[in-house]
Every structure is written in C-alpha cells, then in structure tokens.
C-alpha cells in the first residue's frame, strides 16, 4: 500500500511539547521517519495508507494543523532577539503579529515565502524571500522580489526603518498586487518591473 506524508506547520519554528510527544509516539508505533523541513516546518514520512487517518486524527488534537493548499504561507524566521546576541527585534513576536493579521484564505496556486530577519546577517533568508523583513537599528527594512533556487535573487530594498504597523501595511500592499495578478505560481521577483508594482526601491 502506498506511503503517505504529512507536514505540521511550526508557526515561528516552535515545536510544543504535547505535539513533539504525540508526533514521536506515532513515529514509534508506525515506524515514520521525522523529518525537519527548510521551512521550519515537521514532516512525517512512510505513513502506511491504512494509518493515515488515524495518525492525522491523533496530531490534530495534539493542536497540530496541516500544511494544504489554500493557507497564507507562515514566515520562515530565525530565532532573532533575545536569543541572538545580534537579534535587533523580537523575530517571532513579528512572525506572530503577520499571522495573526493575514491567517487565513490564500488562492491556491499562489506561490509566495515571507522570511523575517533579525539582524542584516539575514540567517532566515529575508533578502532571499518574496518578502522579507529585517530587523535594523532605526526599526524594520522590508525587501521584495527575492527568490532562492537555481537562479537565486536578492530582494530589492522597498522600505527602511519602518515601524511594525508600516511592515503590515507594505505586506497588505504586495500581497493584493501579487493576487491581483494571479498567475499560478508567479513569484514576486517576475513583477519588480510591472508598472502597477506598489512600492518602490529605497
Ligand atoms: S539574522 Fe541576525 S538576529 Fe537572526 S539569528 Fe542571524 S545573526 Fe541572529
């Protein structure tokens, strides 16, 4: 019978206790391999067809929700201030707050990452991201247009030292440009050079 995966999302890379418990208890009783994903995310693999649903019910109340198409993407983030001696914000209260503003319904098809960043080493890829934000010492700069793979692209600067409200409002702004264009799959970097583009280079 065929194997199934399924990935947990780990909202600012937290894994809860009571989840890692029930995720190891399934590992342990279906023989799973646990697999950590780039985007911070817990994947677990080799799922048997007959136990899928029974895994997925016991994950689900242990407070887990699935990684599906149709979800605002969550930030990838690192672990920023207090826990980085060079952390100059608090990256998970930032990831928190754009979650907690734009949770929700997000065509599918669309494909979009969103990184936050405490300091300009960017250890969580914010230059690399559609959008990224990172942490500087006047507030937040907020980059666009970035994109990793094969022909990586460093996002261009759209804001500076900004105040977390203005890094809202940016993303409230390139998110209805990049689904006002809704082509499946475009990333932001392919529309730097559209006329209707919101912001501009800083
Ligand atoms: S980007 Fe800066 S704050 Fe974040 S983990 Fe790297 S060095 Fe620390």
Same mark, same amino acid.
């Given at each position: ?29 279906? &023989? ?75 065509? &599918?098809? &669309? ?88 912001? &501009?280079?800083?």
């Amino acid at each position: 019978m065929a194997k199934e995966k399924l990935t947990i999302l780990l909202p600012t890379g937290h894994l809860p206790l009571g989840l890692m418990e029930a995720a190891r208890q399934l590992a342990a009783v279906h &023989s799973l391999r646990v697999y950590l994903t780039n985007r911070q995310n817990l994947r677990l693999i080799d799922i048997p067809g007959h136990a899928y649903e029974e895994v997925r019910q016991e994950l689900a109340k242990a407070g887990a929700r699935f990684q599906e198409p149709g979800l605002f993407p969550l930030p990838t983030v690192c672990v920023g201030k207090p826990d980085c001696r060079h952390g100059l914000f608090d990256t998970e209260a930032v990831s928190t707050e754009i979650m907690r503003q734009f949770d929700g319904c997000f065509p &599918s098809g &669309s494909r979009l990452k969103i990184a936050v960043s405490g300091c300009c080493r960017c250890c969580s890829g914010a230059k690399l991201a559609d959008i990224g934000v990172m942490g500087t010492r006047d507030g937040c700069d907020v980059f666009a247009g970035g994109k990793g793979g094969a022909a990586p692209i460093v996002g261009c600067r759209v804001a500076r030292g900004v105040a977390l409200g203005e890094v809202i409002r940016i993303i409230e702004d390139l998110v209805a440009f990049h689904q006002h264009k809704g082509v499946p799959g475009q990333r932001i970097a392919e529309l730097m050079d559209d006329p209707e583009f919101p912001l &501009s280079a800083c």
